[in-house]
């Protein structure tokens, strides 16, 4: 990962923030394009302390204002990405928008909301990024999305979020196949367990299931293994964090556990 740069939607805080690091700790530049640029009343950290984070790690940060639905904004963000950093070899679409209604309770503005940001969002940024990424060393796309099976019951719980972030994985299935001969790699990760995130804590299930829950750095080590595989033998896969570990012969999965005595709770789209 030493001097390779890897461009993060929405990675000011959580998992994206952790993977982030997790590059920064091998000699990545690391970019991070978020929204947050001033302290949140409930949600910790910014895209400047995530920088600051990622430098004492051992990266080069590179903290940008972005709103991944501006066209704009991701266009400005990956041309002073190149400008500063010469490329870009990694994308990692994390930014994403989450609520867990059914269709009589979604208002169309929070459906808007998710389509707009999880599925226009990662389209847009991939479509950026990959004339960079084509010309870069051992390019990956890696999005945080689910497999793509499609159970009734995640359509029936919530179908405006299932749509979503099913939308994203359609994103990883068609730019696999279209850039293969490219060498682009195009995965999803998608975690076993719930992470302890703001998500999991603000739109979930509170403190009780951030307790049963795991921390985000399992997913930032299931990324760092995803991304670390060769570009040209590893795309248009759906992988789950825990399954990444084992092959990489990781037993101990107790020290991911936020409290080891207690069970974990599996994440959506889990059998």
Known sequence: MKNKTAFISGGSR???KAIAIKLAEHG??????????????????TIYTAAAEIEKAGGKA???????RSEEMVQSAIDETVKKFGGIDILVNN???ISLTNTLYTPMKKYDLMHSINVRGTYMVSKYCIPHLIKGNNPHILTLSPPLKLKPEWFGAHLAYTMSKYGMSMTVLGLAEEFRKKNVAANALWPQTAIATAAVKFALGGDAMMQQSRTVQIMADAAFAILSRDSSQCSGN???DEEVLRAEGVTDFDQY????????IKDLFIE
Not at 62 to 68: A, C, E, F, K, S
Not at 257 to 264: F, G, I, R, T
């Open 95 to 97: 930014a994403s928008a």
């Open 257 to 264: 556990a936020v409290n080891s005595s207690l069970p974990l």
């Open 238 to 240: 759906f992988f789950i």
């Open 28 to 45: 990545a530049n690391v970019v991070i394009a978020a929204k947050t640029a001033d302290p949140h009343p409930k949600l910790e950290g």
């Open 62 to 68: 590179l903290p940008l204002v972005v709103d991944i």
């Open 14 to 16: 959580g998992i994206g």
